[in-house]
């Protein structure tokens, strides 16, 4: 994982297990809108994102209809989808200004 994907992947667990403000969230469902509905949820679930329960990896890839390791491969793409974007880009800043 690269750096930008890192970066992504420590803020969601971050939020997954803290929780996160108002603010936070709604940047989050931002961010997750640009990724196909079926990648959306793959990552909510990984995560446990907004009160959801976090599934195992398996259990995704079952309701996907693929195997975990196809279902791993997708939720890595989709954050590095993310990470390359300005949105995240900009949620980086304000985490920054706010430290």
């Given amino acids: 994982m690269d ?12 939020l997954a297990y803290q929780g996160g403000t108002h603010e936070q969230e709604h940047q989050l469902e931002h961010l997750l809108a640009l990724l196909y509905p079926e990648d959306e949820q793959a990552l909510i679930s990984y995560y446990g994102l907004f009160g959801q329960p976090r ?13 975990p390791e196809q279902t791993m491969a997708a939720i890595d793409k989709s954050i590095r989808k993310i990470a390359v974007t300005p949105e995240w880009e900009q949620v980086v800043s304000i985490k920054a200004e706010n430290s």
Avoid at 55 to 67: F, N, T
Wanted: proline fraction near 0%; aromatic fraction near 4%.
């Fill in 3 to 14: 750096a930008l994907s890192q970066s992504l992947h420590s803020y969601l667990v971050t």
């Fill in 55 to 67: 599934l195992a990896l398996q259990e995704i890839a079952r309701k996907r209809g693929e195997s």
